[in-house]
């Protein structure tokens, strides 16, 4: 029983993740789309996938009792994905 409690918790800290990027707006929001051309591959990437499909992979992995507060699992996976890009 105490599994599902802990997977309710996880599920309930990823989903602030997902409030919180949302809520994270810049104040340079607009300069993206002044500076990244349209047909750009970031710009394409970023209105074609669906990154959600991370928070389900990962989820397991995330406790909240145990270890540091969460870092968002789809912004670390768009930093791989651009450090593979850029052979980095």
Same mark, same amino acid.
């Given at each position: 029983? &105490? !599994?599902?409690? @802990?997977?309710?918790?996880?599920?309930? *800290?990823? +989903?602030?993740?997902? *409030?919180?990027?949302?809520?994270?707006? &810049?104040?340079y929001?607009?300069? =993206?789309?002044?500076? +990244?051309?349209?047909? #750009?591959?970031?710009?394409? +990437?970023?209105?074609?996938?669906?990154? @959600?499909?991370?928070?389900?992979?990962?989820? /397991?992995? =995330? !406790?909240?009792? #145990?270890?540091?507060?969460a /870092?968002?699992? +789809?912004?670390?996976?768009? =930093?791989?994905i651009? /450090?593979?890009?850029?052979?980095?």
């Amino acid at each position: 029983m &105490s !599994n599902i409690i @802990s997977i309710e918790k996880i599920k309930e *800290r990823l +989903i602030m993740l997902k *409030r919180q990027q949302e809520m994270m707006i &810049s104040k340079y929001a607009d300069l =993206y789309d002044i500076l +990244i051309q349209k047909d #750009h591959i970031l710009r394409k +990437i970023k209105e074609l996938v669906d990154f @959600s499909f991370v928070i389900e992979e990962v989820e /397991k992995n =995330y !406790n909240l009792t #145990h270890g540091r507060g969460a /870092k968002d699992p +789809i912004r670390l996976f768009k =930093y791989l994905i651009l /450090k593979d890009m850029n052979e980095l």
